[in-house]
């Protein structure tokens, strides 16, 4: 298939992009909710096993191959513990110091890592346009990043200790993400890949929020349940589906252009129901969020299609 074929604004890609936008912009409310009695790693953990439970049972129902072989294993760890222990439990843990405006801003952030490890360990060829693009959407970040600076009342160490463990999460998300741009896992079914690593993740999770917190809590609040219900199947299993997919399309960079939006999404959704008001500084960082956003993926595609549509 040809890059003109394959591109971003071919259906296969351009549609579960936009899902995963739109998903992942929401989540950043229910997130916010699921802080409370519950200690944030056994929410994590409640999140992965749905998340997980339900990708088994997609694979199963599709009938792709459960059976991965050690070197599958190998491949799912690797990428399942930074993906779904380290970057969630620090996402998580980030939002106790800093608001979850502030956590989505900063992961827009996340196509800086994704570009260069991209480059560094894949060879991904990076474009001038691509890299113009880049650095006005960046642009577009620094000043959403200064409004929600100036709009909380936060003590400075809490939100120097918040904006560090984003970074790790940010980190964190990276590395998993340019793996699936490997030619090994590009090889191998997201469906049967993601079901394992979201288990690994699982086993993590449940493993932290037990040494740090102790056994399970439980929460009656059935708002608490439907919001975890929604992050588990479809913010992680449905959405997690689509991105790794998008990414073996068209790589780590481009793909994490999903999160430059998400903050934007996430903006829109609290202007409906948490009264939120655009500032100047917002409006003008998601016009050059967007105006580079387009700029950066009209460039040529850094990888092959993927070998299989999973």
């Known amino acids: 298939m040809s890059e003109g074929q394959s591109g971003i604004l071919q259906p296969r890609v351009l549609i579960p992009f936009a899902v995963i936008t739109l998903i992942w912009g929401s989540t950043w409310i229910v997130i916010k909710d699921q802080i409370g009695s519950v200690p944030p790693p056994w929410s994590v953990t409640y999140r992965f096993t749905i998340a997980a439970t339900m990708m088994f049972a997609y694979a199963a129902w599709k009938g792709f191959p459960l059976r991965i072989g050690r070197r599958g294993h190998v491949l799912a760890l690797a990428f399942g513990i930074p993906q779904f222990f380290i970057n969630f439990n620090f996402v998580y843990a980030a939002e106790h110091y800093i608001t979850s405006g502030l956590v989505a801003v900063l992961f827009a952030l996340l196509l800086v890592p994704n570009t260069a490890f991209g480059w560094l360990f894949l060879k991904h060829r990076i474009t001038r346009r691509f890299l113009v693009g880049s650095v006005i959407a960046t642009i577009g970040v620094v000043l959403l990043f200064v409004q929600e600076i100036r709009a909380t009342s936060l003590a400075p160490e809490a939100v120097l200790i918040g904006i560090g463990f984003t970074v790790i999460a940010i980190l964190a998300a990276s590395v998993a993400n340019v793996m699936q741009a490997s030619e090994d896992l590009r090889a191998r079914p997201i469906a049967s ?52 997919g998008v990414i073996r399309a068209i790589g780590p960079g481009k793909a994490a252009y999903s999160g430059l939006l998400v903050p934007i999404i996430a903006m829109t959704f609290s202007t409906v129901f948490e009264d939120y008001h655009w500032s100047t500084l917002a409006v003008a960082g998601g016009l050059l969020a967007l105006l580079g956003l ?17």
Request: proline fraction near 9%; charge should be negative.
């Open 294 to 310: 387009f700029i950066a993926l009209q460039s040529s595609k850094p990888t092959p299609p993927s070998s299989e549509a999973g």
């Open 193 to 244: 890949m993601l079901a394992w690593g979201m288990a690994y993740g699982v086993i993590a999770d449940a493993l932290f929020a037990f040494a740090t917190h102790g056994p399970p809590v439980v929460e009656t609040r059935p708002g608490y349940w439907l919001g975890l219900l929604y992050l588990g199947v479809v913010a992680s299993a449905l959405a997690f589906t689509f991105y790794f």
